[in-house]
C-alpha cells in the first residue's frame, strides 16, 4: 500500500534532518574548541543527504550517505597569551562558520516539521481508509 | 452480483490508488528538498486515471526472458513520472520547490479524502438498496 511508503519516506527524511541537527549542534557547540581530541583544532563536520528508493521506485526516501569534516583552514587570531598560539603569537580557531551553521539549524529544523506534517497527513489518510463504509 | 458492485466502487478504488501513489512521489519531493541533484518528480493524475480507467498501464516496462527460469519482472510502478519543471532552479541541481509541493501535498489528500467520501456514500446507498 502506497501509504505506508509515504511513512518510510517522512521517517527517512526525519532521521537525516535530526541527523543534520546534530551536526550543527556540535560544530556550534565546539565553535571554540581549539584543541580536539587529536590536538589539532575542531573541525566542522557537514552530512551528505542522498536520495534512496524505499519499497518501490518511486517513493524516494533520504540517507545521509556520509558525514565529512570540513577541510577549509580555521581562522587564525591573534592570542600571544594562549597556551595554543605558534611561536608568532596567532592562534588557529576551528574552521567553524557560525553564521552557515545557524542557516543550516533553521534549514533543519523547518524540514523536520514539514516532514513531521506529511506523516501525519498520511495518518489521517490512512484512518480515513479504514473508517471506510461506516 | 458482486461482479456489479465490483463495478460500481472499481472506479472510486482505482482513483483512490492513483491518489495515495501519487501522495508517496509527492512525500519524496518534500522528503527530498536538501537533497543535492534530487530531481522533483510528478506525474499527470487526470491522463494516470483515464489509463488506468480504460485498462492500460502506463509504465509497459518488462523484463526480456531469455530463459525459462527468468522470473517475469514488471515495473511496479502504475504510471509514467516524469519531472518537474523548476519555476526558480537552485544552485546545487534540487528541482523541488517546496511551496509547489505543499501545495501539491494538501490538495492531493484533500481529494483523497473526498474520494472516501464519495466510496463510503456509495456502500451506504447500495447497503440501503439491499434492506429489507
Known amino acids: ?134 | 452480483m458482486l461482479n456489479k458492485l465490483d463495478r460500481l466502487f472499481s472506479f472510486q478504488q482505482q482513483a483512490l490508488s492513483l491518489r495515495a501513489h501519487r501522495q508517496q512521489v509527492l512525500a519524496s519531493n518534500i522528503a527530498n528538498a536538501d537533497t543535492p541533484n534530487y530531481l522533483a518528480r510528478d506525474f499527470d493524475f487526470a491522463a494516470a486515471l483515464q489509463q488506468t480507467v480504460a485498462g492500460r498501464r502506463q509504465d509497459g516496462v518488462a523484463l526480456t526472458r531469455t530463459s525459462p527460469c527468468h522470473l517475469p519482472g514488471m515495473g511496479d510502478s502504475p504510471v509514467r513520472l516524469a519531472y518537474r519543471q523548476p519555476l526558480q532552479a537552485s544552485a546545487d541541481g534540487n528541482t523541488v520547490e517546496m511551496d509547489v509541493e505543499r501545495g501539491l501535498f494538501a490538495e492531493n489528500s484533500f481529494f483523497y479524502e473526498a474520494g472516501t467520501t464519495f466510496l463510503t456514500h456509495q456502500v451506504k446507498s447500495m447497503l440501503a438498496a439491499v434492506q429489507p
Not at chain 1, 551528505?48 to 519499497?55: T, Y
Open chain 1, 1 to 134: 500500500m502506497s501509504l505506508f511508503n509515504t511513512f518510510q519516506v517522512a521517517g527517512s527524511a526525519l532521521t537525516a534532518q535530526s541527523l543534520r541537527l546534530n551536526a550543527v549542534a556540535s560544530n556550534l557547540a565546539n565553535a571554540d574548541s581549539i584543541v580536539s581530541s587529536d590536538g589539532k583544532p575542531y573541525q566542522a563536520i557537514q552530512v551528505v543527504f542522498s536520495a534512496v528508493p524505499m519499497g518501490n521506485a518511486a517513493a524516494q526516501g533520504v540517507r545521509v550517505t556520509q558525514v565529512v569534516h570540513d577541510s577549509s583552514p580555521g581562522r587564525r587570531v591573534y592570542d600571544p597569551r594562549s597556551p595554543a598560539a605558534d611561536e608568532k603569537g596567532y592562534v588557529t580557531m576551528p574552521n567553524v562558520n557560525v553564521v552557515e551553521e545557524m542557516t543550516n539549524m533553521i534549514s533543519a529544523s523547518r524540514s523536520y516539521q514539514t516532514n513531521a506534517e506529511v506523516m501525519n497527513t498520511a495518518k489521517q489518510l490512512l484512518l480515513k481508509t479504514l473508517a471506510l463504509g461506516q
